[in-house]
């Protein structure tokens, strides 16, 4: 891909900022528009904040060898209302880190313009506490192959937060085809990816880590929580079939051997061609709602490895086809299926089954409220004296995080089957394709939690 003249102007240009940054942070508030933000970007040190004026942004943004600190992390930020437009270009992907860290870049919109070359978002040296909030990225959809946010070199403590991607051919892919792009103890979390041709999101799997970069060498946990993910009639079919959501192996030894997925609170929602969600390696998987009307909800199995740790509890699955399917697994390692409600073409498989409830998926009416509504009217809360049973122990789970939280964000009692504590009528989140609140924090999203990483 060849760079525009000022691409490369403005990647020159952070290599001063760079040195800025290692100064002692002042920190101030810079007002750039289209026409001056390229020189306001070279001047950015740690701890300032640019604030980029609505209108339309034809040239790229890009953010190579630019560094805050943890204490004072580099601001790019656009009006509240996204009204910051970038556009596509041929030369370059539209936001660009490159050995880049402690930068937050907010209330953006990515407009990839149907063009057949730019990524949204892309790193391609290792970036790490890196912030993506709140911006709109559409028509990066010239083929399956484009992207809305990328990793291509790895990448640590990212925090992909409050986005909405729609229609692109993947909306996120992070780390590499061949393993080689670890992205390590993320946080994903209130994002809506819609109508992507293949995946919503893949994480790819993971070769050794690098030991010189500085990535974490401590158990880590990635966090995928709160989103929503739908596929619909434009979904790629035959060799290009690809699920919802797919996370792949950690390391098979060394650093990030017992690192795991807890994924958690996610709204899935139809997939023509393939699960909504497939997994492999270390995975949690606690508190979603899943329906497929038209395929299948849950693929736990060997892809480039096997699964290992596979803990799925209070799951609430409403699938035409398969709706939790386990198979594959290493030996060694605790697997257990626990307190789902799972209403599905086919039968459950997996090991070491306790109090979930299984039934044909035409029977989900007689428990949940209305299982196969349209969106709108769609609703997997119980019946009333539906989907309890003798508590579960639930501090088995404690470990988790949010593992006491029902989808809804609601204390659990281990009373309830499924999803959702509580039965009658639903008074949380009404499933819909629109970004997920968290209950108790007034729609806003949590802060990240901590990591289990050491540094």
Known sequence: MVESALCRTLAASLLGGALLAAMPAIGGVIDATPANYGTALGNLKAGDTLRLASGTYTQSLPLQGLNGTAAAPIVIMGPEDRSAVFQGQSCCNTVQFDNSSYIEVRNLTLDGMHRPEPFGVDTSGPSHHITIENLKIVNYDADQ??????????AW?????????????????????????????GTIENNLIIDTLGYNIEIKHQNPRPTNVGMPTGNSRTIIRHNVFSKSGNSSGGDLARPNLLVGHFPLSGAGVNDRYEIYGNFFYRNPVEALFQGEGNLILHDNVFVNDIGDAIHVMPHNDVPRE??????????????????????????????????SGNSVTGPNQSNNVIGAYSAASNTLNAPTAALGTLDLFPKSGQLTGSPIDMTTFAEFVDSSKDFDGRARTGVHRGAYEGDGTNTGWKLSLTIKPVAGLGGKTPNPPTNLTAN
């Open 157 to 185: 403590n990212w925090v992909i937060r409050r986005n909405t991607i729609i229609g692109a051919g993947t909306g996120m892919y992070l780390g590499n085809s061949d393993g080689s792009a670890a992205f390590v103890a």
């Open 145 to 154: 192959a484009m992207i809305g946010i990328s990793t291509k070199a790895v």
């Open 310 to 343: 596979v803990q799925i509890f209070n799951n609430t699955i409403v699938a035409r086809d398969d709706g939790l399917r386990v198979s594959g697994l290493a030996s060694g390692y605790t697997q257990r299926l626990v307190g789902n409600v799972v209403y």
